[in-house]
């Protein structure tokens, strides 16, 4: 390494012009890099929908396609969990994965599985990632005097225009409605011509297509001929003749459609939309995976409202994940900044100059630019991990520097007159070359196991890793090249002062103190860290810190049985309600919206309410208030308020307690769920508690009857003649008026009523009978949804826990839940977040360990054996004191982010360490003893030490005072970091100047002592 700081010293230049270059280079990077708010990190899930024929029970789906999925599953798939969700319409499969797995083959094998099955007529499936269902990035509404204008301009104009934007994957738009025609057949004249609505599709379709009718031999070539006879307007549909079936084979005469039927057109929507009450259009985005939101979201911003100044609307913004991701990396490179400027004040207090302080400093920007162009390159984005660990390691960035100008610094006051400066850049460099190199490669090494985590942890940190190990890699560099040319240019010669300062007599006289009373302070340092520990019990630990959003969602559901429009009706009174609120800044609604984020269908009985609130205002308070308000203004309905930042993005959600009930009796289920769910309503450190169970609705079961058998009634031709009067026909598009529309064909009078089910007239052997005299119909409760894990029956209830002492809280009902008596067969298993902070700190546990090892590998070749490793690994017990002590003072749990925190501390702290021991060594080498090889190690040692755990700690100071209040993201990263980092690193430092010194001579007298009395015995 001393050849780089030779090269560096003879061409000053060169190494001058590349350090510009790479600095260019990485403020261009910076510019180019995506942003994200969190790493691009693919949770290992897959869903596979599939979409049933209207009519079939949930009970009815689960025999037919949920079990044999399940079981074809489970035998061809390495699947961690699979969950499945079945209703009439829909059936759900969350098949979960381990990290790792390649998604593309297990969805091949997924579409072999589905390929293979026996499934029923007119069912449909989708295989999706978690990317195409959560990678939502923009959210905005849309309103104007003019609503038919403003959708006609959505479908021409800016919809296509967005597509043609670079990331976006799909848009989505609520709100729309559209024209549709029916053909509304009469029943009685119907049925006098003997037609039915089959019989009606069947004549429409084959009159609705070109027909072939020969080909025709010209010059060579065959010419097909064909008749066109599609219908193009609503006369000639009115006026297609529908031939009934012969009876008894006499010929029955053809009937024009319009005789049987009327034909009309009227407006139809899946969902209805609106902002702050007024009728809106609300804009879904979703990105492609590894899409630059900030420039997708911007280039959408530019598009509306080069658009709005032409048109007539408003544009209001509901979500926007770009202004985020802004926000957060503004605030982080804010507080970076002033961390640097913080770094920048110690330097220049400790060295007392100008020009060594700017020096000792350029490491900073080098460093930082470096890392980004190698992310960009790599293919990493800016997010809040990458920020973070550069944030984190601003401190650290500086420390080689430090130490190097710091010795050169000495060298020059001491050597200035005999020797040229830059021969004594390259000997002060050379001096401190083994341990900045044993230093940086320390804090580096302690970073690697993360690159072997699996999991959560090991995809959402790794970033975090590398873009400390690279910042502190260039800062090495920086320290050993660009430090001693700048430094043999620019510091001056200086007159040694022989007068020693007051600190450092001081620090002299307490270290002799504490050397002569060695045990004494060995014994009160390990009591100190066991009295640190005794502290745990008062933390609280989680997976990750909760803070409190600003926003809102409500969820509504109505009995099945609803309409669209008696959900309209509903989410009026909620609107209504909303803004009577002060809190309330705006809200939107859609209607007719699943409240399951992975449910892909419109459903009539639901909407999704999303609510922003004033600033001042925190989601956390008025989720009861609000709760509560709302289940007494629509007390059909059942309602969820949910703080809507704890409802986005995927993975582990750290303060999330689940409650699993499974059992074969789905009576016995239910019972539990409720029972559960009212314990967990008593609990005040509970939020968001929501019942999976949906309950069951009334089902009307049809059977036919010894009149039925006797008339020789077919069971398919009466379902067929049922299916018939319930479900409409869906007819092939239409082209009429020059447009496309969609047909459906149905009877005048729907079947709204149990009267009206049994007299319905079925043809029979006997003749026309009416239901009621050929079946019996049986009122019997099913299922709304079935629910499985792994092929048991389930019911689920969760909750989000407030504050941060998630695992307390989370054991407390654990052992609530245990207390509870079920029927029999009720089984009940409780996890979430317990489980997830255990096993990710188990993983975090696991890393320290092998940091620690991998460390004393390096440590052992640096020093040519094991006793002064172990000497400099024990600066590491001393961590806990200050890192527990300063997290319980500050209220901050032990986290995933704060374990990070102290992984780091193992390197920074062993690094003080090598500084100091490294010269004691060297003295010992010189032929000093024990005492006065601690001593003048210590005075030497003090200053570059004492500057870098200042610099580090003063880098950190902005992060550990991180406000919620700007961006939750980055407090939440940063923030119990900082202070673990802060309090362990306070203390070690404290402790390594006395307590390894005390150590190491414990240590070297014991072994001279056992030395002496061998040779005594001899």
Same mark, same amino acid.
């Given at each position: 390494? @001393?050849?780089?700081?030779?090269?560096?010293?003879?061409?000053?230049?060169?190494?001058?012009?590349?350090?510009?270059?790479?600095?260019?280079?990485?403020?261009?990077?910076?510019?180019?890099?995506?942003?994200?708010?969190?790493?691009?990190?693919?949770?290992?899930?897959?869903?596979?929908?599939?979409?049933?024929?209207?009519?079939?029970?949930?009970?009815?789906?689960?025999?037919?396609?949920?079990?044999?999925?399940?079981?074809?599953?489970?035998?061809?798939?390495?699947?961690?969990?699979?969950?499945?969700?079945?209703?009439?319409?829909?059936?759900?499969?969350?098949?979960?994965?381990?990290?790792?797995?390649?998604?593309?083959?297990?969805?091949?094998?997924?579409?072999?599985?589905?390929?293979?099955?026996?499934?029923?007529?007119?069912?449909?499936?989708?295989?999706?990632?978690?990317?195409?269902?959560?990678?939502?990035?923009?959210?905005?509404?849309?309103?104007?005097?003019?609503?038919?204008?403003?959708?006609?301009?959505?479908?021409?104009?800016?919809?296509?225009?967005? #597509?043609?934007?670079?990331?976006?994957?799909?848009?989505?738009?609520?709100?729309?409605?559209?024209?549709?025609?029916?053909?509304?057949?009469?029943?009685?004249?119907?049925?006098?011509?003997?037609?039915?609505?089959?019989?009606? &599709?069947?004549?429409?379709?084959?009159?609705?297509?070109?027909?072939?009718?020969?080909?025709?031999?010209?010059?060579?070539?065959?010419?097909?001929?064909?008749?066109?006879?599609?219908?193009?307007?609503?006369?000639?549909?009115?006026?297609?003749?529908?031939?009934?079936?012969?009876?008894?084979?006499?010929?029955?005469?053809?009937?024009?459609?319009?005789?049987?039927?009327?034909?009309?057109?009227?407006?139809?929507?899946?969902?209805?939309?609106?902002?702050?009450?007024?009728?809106?259009?609300?804009?879904?985005?979703?990105?492609?995976?590894?899409?630059?939101?900030?420039?997708?979201?911007?280039?959408?911003?530019?598009?509306?409202?080069?658009?709005?100044?032409?048109?007539?609307?408003?544009?209001?913004?509901?979500?926007?994940?770009?202004?985020?991701?802004?926000?957060?990396?503004?605030?982080?490179?804010?507080?970076?900044?002033?961390?640097?400027?913080?770094?920048?004040?110690? +330097?220049?207090?400790?060295?007392?100059?100008?020009?060594?302080?700017?020096?000792?400093?350029?490491?900073?920007?080098?460093?930082?630019?470096?890392?980004?162009?190698?992310?960009? #390159?790599?293919?990493? !984005?800016?997010?809040?991990?990458?920020?973070?660990?550069?944030?984190?390691?601003?401190?650290?960035? $500086?420390?080689?520097?430090?130490?190097?100008? *710091?010795?050169?610094?000495?060298?020059?006051?001491?050597?200035?007159?005999?020797?040229?400066?830059? %021969?004594?850049?390259?000997?002060?460099?050379?001096? $401190?070359?083994?341990?900045?190199?044993?230093?940086?490669?320390?804090?580096?090494? $302690?970073?690697?196991?993360?690159?072997?985590?699996?999991?959560?942890?090991?995809?959402?940190?790794?970033?975090?890793?590398?873009?400390?190990?690279?910042?502190?890699?260039?800062?090495?560099? $920086?320290?050993?090249?660009?430090?001693?040319?700048?430094?043999?240019?620019?510091?001056?010669?200086?007159?040694? #002062?022989?007068?020693?300062?007051?600190?450092? &007599?001081?620090?002299?006289?307490?270290?002799?103190?504490?050397?002569?009373?060695?045990?004494?302070?060995?014994?009160?340092?390990?009591?100190?860290?066991?009295?640190?520990?005794?502290?745990?019990?008062?933390?609280?630990?989680?997976?990750?810190?909760?803070?409190?959003?600003?926003?809102?969602?409500?969820?509504?559901?109505?009995?099945?049985?609803?309409? @669209?429009?008696?959900?309209?009706?509903?989410?009026?009174?909620?609107?209504?309600?909303?803004?009577?609120?002060?809190?309330?800044?705006?809200?939107?609604?859609?209607?007719?919206?699943?409240?399951?984020?992975?449910?892909?269908?419109?459903?009539?009985?639901?909407?999704?309410?999303?609510?922003?609130?004033?600033?001042?205002?925190?989601?956390?308070?008025?989720?009861?208030?609000?709760?509560?308000?709302?289940?007494?203004?629509?007390?059909?309905?059942?309602?969820?308020?949910?703080?809507?930042?704890?409802?986005?993005?995927?993975?582990?959600?750290?303060? @999330?307690?689940?409650? %699993?009930?499974?059992?074969?009796?789905?009576?016995?289920? %239910?019972?539990?769920?409720?029972?559960?769910?009212?314990?967990?309503?008593?609990?005040?450190?509970?939020?968001? @508690?929501?019942?999976?169970?949906?309950?069951?609705?009334?089902?009307?079961?049809?059977?036919?009857?010894?009149?039925?058998?006797?008339?020789?009634?077919?069971?398919?031709?009466?379902?067929?003649?049922?299916?018939?009067?319930?479900?409409?026909?869906?007819?092939?598009?239409?082209?009429?008026?020059?447009?496309?529309?969609?047909?459906?064909?149905?009877?005048?009078?729907?079947?709204?009523?149990?009267?009206?089910?049994?007299?319905?007239?079925?043809?029979?052997?006997?003749?026309?009978?009416?239901?009621?005299?050929?079946?019996?119909?049986?009122?019997?409760?099913?299922?709304?949804?079935?629910?499985?894990?792994?092929?048991?029956?389930?019911?689920?209830?969760?909750?989000?826990?407030?504050?941060?002492?998630?695992?307390?809280?989370?054991?407390?009902? %654990?052992? *609530?839940?245990?207390?509870?008596?079920?029927?029999?067969?009720?089984?009940?298993?409780?996890?979430?977040?317990?489980?997830?902070?255990?096993?990710?700190?188990?993983?975090?546990?696991?890393?320290?360990?092998?940091? +620690?090892?991998?460390?004393?590998?390096?440590?052992?070749?640096?020093?040519?054996?094991?006793?002064?490793?172990?000497?400099?690994?024990?600066?590491?017990?001393?961590?806990?004191?200050?890192?527990?002590?300063?997290?319980?003072?500050?209220?901050?749990?032990?986290?995933? !982010?704060?374990?990070?925190?102290?992984?780091?501390?193992?390197?920074?702290?062993?690094?003080?360490?090598?500084?100091?021991?490294?010269?004691?060594?060297?003295?010992?080498?010189?032929?000093?003893?024990?005492?006065?090889?601690?001593?003048?190690?210590?005075?030497?040692?003090?200053?570059?030490?004492?500057?870098?755990?200042?610099?580090?700690?003063?880098?950190?100071?902005?992060?550990?005072?991180?406000?919620?209040?700007?961006?939750?993201?980055?407090?939440?990263?940063?923030?119990?970091?900082?202070?673990?980092?802060?309090?362990?690193?306070?203390?070690?430092?404290?402790?390594?100047?006395?307590?390894?010194?005390?150590?190491?001579?414990?240590?070297? &007298?014991?072994?001279?002592?056992?030395?002496?009395?061998?040779?005594?015995?001899?």
């Amino acid at each position: 390494m @001393i050849k780089l700081t030779k090269w560096s010293l003879k061409n000053g230049i060169a190494v001058f012009l590349l350090c510009l270059l790479i600095l260019g280079g990485g403020i261009f990077s910076s510019s180019t890099i995506s942003k994200e708010i969190m790493p691009d990190v693919t949770y290992p899930a897959l869903f596979v929908q599939v979409t049933t024929p209207n009519g079939t029970s949930a009970e009815v789906n689960e025999e037919r396609i949920t079990k044999p999925f399940e079981e074809q599953l489970n035998a061809n798939a390495d699947a961690k969990s699979v969950i499945s969700t079945t209703s009439s319409q829909m059936i759900t499969f969350q098949i979960e994965y381990p990290y790792g797995t390649d998604l593309d083959k297990s969805s091949a094998k997924l579409e072999s599985i589905m390929s293979g099955l026996s499934l029923p007529e007119y069912t449909e499936h989708n295989i999706l990632t978690t990317d195409s269902m959560m990678n939502t990035i923009m959210q905005f509404a849309l309103t104007s005097d003019q609503p038919d204008d403003l959708q006609m301009f959505l479908n021409d104009t800016l919809i296509p225009e967005m #597509k043609k934007k670079e990331g976006i994957a799909s848009i989505d738009v609520s709100g729309e409605s559209e024209n549709q025609w029916f053909i509304r057949v009469d029943e009685e004249k119907a049925q006098d011509n003997g037609l039915t609505l089959q019989a009606i &599709r069947e004549a429409l379709d084959m009159r609705n297509k070109d027909v072939s009718i020969g080909a025709i031999e010209s010059e060579g070539n065959t010419i097909p001929v064909s008749l066109n006879r599609q219908i193009r307007t609503v006369e000639e549909l009115k006026k297609t003749k529908i031939t009934p079936p012969a009876t008894l084979g006499t010929p029955v005469a053809p009937v024009e459609l319009g005789e049987i039927a009327k034909i009309e057109m009227k407006k139809e929507g899946g969902d209805l939309s609106r902002y702050n009450g007024d009728k809106a259009f609300v804009i879904n985005v979703t990105k492609e995976k590894g899409g630059n939101t900030v420039e997708i979201t911007k280039a959408v911003d530019k598009l509306l409202n080069q658009y709005q100044k032409q048109g007539n609307y408003e544009v209001f913004s509901i979500m926007n994940f770009g202004n985020e991701i802004e926000t957060s990396i503004s605030k982080l490179v804010k507080e970076g900044l002033f961390g640097a400027l913080f770094t920048v004040i110690v +330097i220049a207090l400790f060295l007392r100059s100008f020009r060594a302080t700017i020096i000792s400093i350029i490491s900073l920007p080098v460093s930082i630019f470096v890392t980004i162009f190698i992310f960009e #390159k790599m293919g990493y !984005s800016l997010n809040v991990m990458t920020l973070g660990g550069l944030a984190v390691a601003i401190g650290r960035i $500086v420390d080689d520097s430090i130490v190097v100008i *710091e010795n050169i610094d000495r060298w020059l006051k001491e050597q200035g007159g005999q020797l040229p400066k830059k %021969e004594i850049a390259r000997k002060a460099t050379q001096e $401190v070359m083994k341990a900045i190199a044993s230093s940086t490669l320390v804090t580096c090494i $302690v970073f690697l196991p993360i690159v072997f985590v699996t999991g959560f942890t090991g995809e959402q940190f790794r970033p975090f890793s590398l873009a400390v190990v690279f910042s502190i890699l260039a800062s090495f560099f $920086v320290a050993i090249m660009l430090i001693p040319m700048l430094s043999s240019v620019f510091l001056k010669v200086k007159p040694k #002062k022989e007068e020693e300062g007051k600190t450092i &007599r001081l620090y002299e006289k307490t270290l002799r103190g504490a050397l002569r009373r060695k045990w004494l302070v060995i014994i009160a340092s390990l009591l100190l860290l066991v009295g640190s520990f005794a502290l745990v019990p008062m933390m609280g630990f989680s997976l990750m810190p909760s803070e409190s959003g600003t926003s809102l969602k409500i969820g509504m559901k109505l009995p099945a049985s609803s309409e @669209i429009d008696d959900t309209n009706t509903a989410s009026e009174k909620v609107e209504s309600y909303l803004e009577s609120r002060k809190e309330v800044d705006y809200s939107s609604v859609q209607v007719g919206q699943s409240i399951d984020p992975m449910s892909m269908q419109s459903t009539e009985n639901q909407a999704i309410f999303i609510v922003k609130l004033k600033d001042g205002y925190k989601a956390d308070v008025l989720l009861k208030p609000f709760k509560k308000d709302l289940e007494n203004k629509v007390t059909t309905a059942e309602i969820t308020v949910e703080d809507y930042s704890a409802t986005m993005g995927s993975g582990p959600a750290g303060n @999330i307690v689940n409650v %699993e009930l499974y059992g074969d009796n789905f009576a016995a289920l %239910e019972k539990a769920s409720k029972l559960v769910e009212e314990r967990l309503k008593e609990n005040d450190q509970l939020k968001n @508690i929501k019942n999976e169970m949906t309950g069951a609705r009334t089902k009307w079961e049809v059977e036919i009857n010894d009149e039925g058998r006797k008339a020789n009634v077919d069971g398919t031709q009466l379902m067929a003649a049922i299916q018939e009067r319930l479900v409409p026909v869906q007819l092939m598009d239409y082209e009429l008026k020059d447009d496309t529309y969609h047909l459906t064909l149905e009877y005048d009078q729907k079947v709204a009523t149990k009267e009206d089910l049994l007299n319905l007239k079925v043809l029979t052997m006997k003749g026309e009978k009416e239901l009621k005299d050929i079946a019996e119909l049986k009122e019997v409760k099913t299922p709304v949804e079935i629910k499985h894990e792994d092929g048991q029956a389930l019911a689920k209830v969760t909750a989000t826990v407030k504050g941060q002492n998630v695992l307390e809280v989370t054991q407390k009902i %654990e052992k *609530e839940m245990k207390e509870l008596s079920f029927e029999d067969g009720v089984t009940l298993k409780t996890g979430g977040a317990n489980e997830e902070i255990n096993q990710e700190f188990s993983k975090m546990i696991t890393a320290m360990l092998m940091a +620690i090892g991998l460390v004393f590998i390096v440590l052992c070749a640096t020093f040519q054996g094991i006793l002064t490793p172990i000497v400099i690994l024990t600066s590491i017990l001393f961590v806990p004191i200050g890192a527990f002590g300063l997290l319980l003072l500050t209220g901050q749990p032990l986290s995933l !982010s704060s374990m990070i925190g102290l992984l780091m501390l193992i390197g920074v702290v062993v690094t003080n360490a090598v500084v100091l021991l490294d010269r004691v060594e060297m003295n010992r080498k010189n032929g000093m003893d024990v005492t006065e090889a601690l001593v003048e190690a210590g005075k030497v040692r003090l200053r570059p030490i004492v500057m870098t755990a200042v610099a580090t700690i003063c880098a950190l100071i902005p992060l550990a005072l991180s406000s919620d209040t700007e961006s939750v993201s980055a407090a939440l990263i940063s923030k119990g970091l900082a202070i673990t980092v802060i309090g362990g690193l306070t203390t070690s430092t404290l402790l390594t100047l006395i307590v390894i010194p005390s150590i190491y001579k414990a240590v070297k &007298r014991d072994r001279k002592n056992v030395m002496r009395r061998g040779r005594k015995t001899a």
